[in-house]
Each structure stands twice: as structure tokens, then as C-alpha cells.
């Protein structure tokens, strides 16, 4: 016996409206309406949920170019994460600080004792009506060392606020969110592990020329593991090691629904925590 299930038609086809039951498997709804297989409706309950926004919607697609439609089902997604307002401030914050704390300066000047000759005093102390000099590696003299100069192996390391970062990674979903460049996928099984599958199938779905694939384990299936091996553009990445500099130098990114509710739980968890505010005054400290 099939819930009771309300059906509307729309430019996006066949589409469920409400439900009478808080869970529904796909295959509970194996039966085709018009011939064709009802999505599937991921109602999600928010740990913890905004009155004031509604909740975001996003489609669940496949990676299987022969199904019949590549949009499975639909997924509720939290609007803290992927509605909030998109400060391109703090993204750009974020990847100066991305771009520099990998930044070694290996330019270098000679001090006064790394500079060759000048062991002895060019002439003496008083009596001669020239100035004192005790040595001509002075900065003072040509050919002689820097005063002050770069020296090298110097770092541009420095710590950004962890509200910046938490705050950052937000803004940035959320923005990628809001121009259509987020797609949401069941899991990476595909059917083929050929670089030219891979290639067509971002291609058919307008995914752009760079795409990021994130799931929830480094541990990749094998299929989208091979096929994304020789391809330099198409990348993939777990979840905990996703940051804004990958985000934006990607055109799509594409996330498992694991690595979509990991990473809700990980942002709204240190979005919410009390001890945020104390992790925001305390000086960074080098171990």
C-alpha cells in the first residue's frame, strides 16, 4: 500500500509536494506514475533549525549518463550553511591567507661578516682629515653589506581568526550555492572508468572545465579514482580538507549527500559552540 503522495506538474517534470509519512524509501515508490519513477524526498529534521529562513533545496543527481533522468531525488539543506550573506571581504581574507602561509621568501643580502675583504682598518683613527672607518664591508662603503636587508628561508606564515576561516568557508558555500556551481549527488559509483566518460558527463550537465568532487572518506570509489587520475582539472578531495581557495578555483563542485550532512554537522557544531568567542581573543601561540 503506497502513502499518500501529492503529484504537480512543472517545467522540471514530475515532481512530490507534500508527504504523509516522515520517511520514504525509493523503493516504496517503484511504481511509475506516467511512466515515470517518482523522485525520492530526503525530509531531513535540523539539529538546529531557523524560524526566520526556510530551509534551502537542492536536487539529487547520478553519475550514470544511461538513467533515464539524472535528477533521483530532492535534500533539504540547512540555511546557516548554504543561505548565509556572502562577505566578499572575508573570502578574500581567506585566500590571502591560503595564498601566503605557504609563502617562504628566499631572497637574501650579505651582513658584515658574510662579505669578503675589509679585515683591517683603511686608514687610522685620527690625524688623516678623512672620515672613521673601522672597515669597508661597512653599508657605507660600495661593495660592502645591507643594512637591514631580506634575509632568506623567511616566512609569510601567519594565523587568521578562527571565526574568519569558520565564517569564510560559509560564505563561500553559500555563494557557490546561489550561482548554481553546488551539485549534490547520491555517491561517486560510476559505470564506466574512462577519462572521456567522466569528461562527457560534465560536459552534457554545463559542470564547467574544473570540477571538485568531495565525499566524505578519502577513500575514493574506484572507477571516479581512475577516471580522474589523468585529468588535472577534475580533482577529488575529502571533506574534511575542503577550503575556499579549492572552492573557487573550481567552477562546480560536487558533493556526496554524506559529504553534504558532514559538513553541516562540522560548521554548525563550531558555529554554535560557546567557547567560539574565547577562541577568538586568545593570541595565536607557535607550539
Known amino acids: 500500500m503506497l502513502p499518500s503522495v501529492r503529484f504537480s506538474i512543472s517545467r522540471w517534470g514530475l515532481t512530490l509536494r507534500s508527504l504523509t509519512t516522515s520517511t520514504l524509501?525509493?523503493?516504496?515508490?517503484a511504481p511509475a506514475v506516467s511512466g515515470t519513477t517518482a523522485p525520492l524526498i530526503i525530509e531531513r529534521e535540523f539539529e538546529r533549525p531557523r524560524n526566520t529562513t526556510q530551509p534551502r533545496e537542492a536536487w539529487i543527481e547520478t553519475l550514470d549518463r544511461d538513467a533515464i533522468s539524472s535528477q533521483v531525488g530532492?535534500?533539504?539543506?540547512?540555511?546557516?550553511?548554504?543561505?548565509?550573506?556572502?562577505?566578499?571581504?572575508?573570502?578574500?581574507?581567506?585566500?590571502?591567507?591560503q595564498q601566503k602561509y605557504r609563502m617562504?621568501?628566499?631572497?637574501?643580502?650579505?651582513?658584515?661578516?658574510?662579505v669578503r675583504g675589509g679585515g683591517k682598518k683603511p686608514w687610522r683613527q685620527k690625524g688623516s682629515g678623512r672620515a672613521r672607518h673601522g672597515s669597508i664591508r661597512s653599508p657605507l662603503w660600495k661593495g660592502g653589506c645591507k643594512s637591514h636587508g631580506p634575509r632568506a628561508y623567511t616566512t609569510h606564515f601567519y594565523m587568521l581568526p578562527f571565526a574568519v576561516r569558520l565564517k569564510g568557508l560559509i560564505c563561500t558555500l553559500s555563494a557557490k550555492f546561489a550561482q548554481d556551481d553546488i551539485k549534490i549527488v547520491e555517491?561517486?559509483?560510476?559505470?564506466?572508468?574512462?577519462?572521456?566518460?567522466?569528461?562527457?558527463?560534465?560536459?552534457?550537465r554545463c559542470w564547467g572545465p574544473a570540477v571538485l568532487f568531495v565525499d566524505d572518506t578519502d577513500i575514493m570509489p574506484r572507477n571516479i579514482t581512475l577516471a580522474t587520475d589523468s585529468i588535472w582539472h577534475y580533482n577529488l578531495m575529502p571533506v574534511y580538507g575542503l577550503n575556499v581557495l579549492s572552492m573557487l578555483k573550481h567552477d562546480t563542485l560536487v558533493l556526496t549527500v554524506a559529504a553534504v550532512k558532514k559538513l553541516e554537522e562540522k560548521l554548525l557544531y563550531n558555529l554554535n559552540k560557546p567557547e567560539l568567542h574565547i577562541m577568538n581573543v586568545k593570541k595565536f601561540r607557535m607550539p
Open 187 to 204: 555517491d561517486f559509483e560510476m559505470p564506466s572508468d574512462e577519462a572521456p566518460y567522466l569528461e562527457e558527463l560534465c560536459h552534457e
Open 104 to 114: 617562504v621568501n628566499y631572497a637574501q643580502t650579505k651582513v658584515l661578516h658574510e
Open 74 to 97: 530532492l535534500m533539504n539543506l540547512h540555511p546557516d550553511v548554504f543561505s548565509a550573506f556572502p562577505r566578499l571581504d572575508i573570502i578574500h581574507e581567506n585566500v590571502i591567507w
Open 25 to 29: 524509501q525509493r523503493s516504496e515508490l
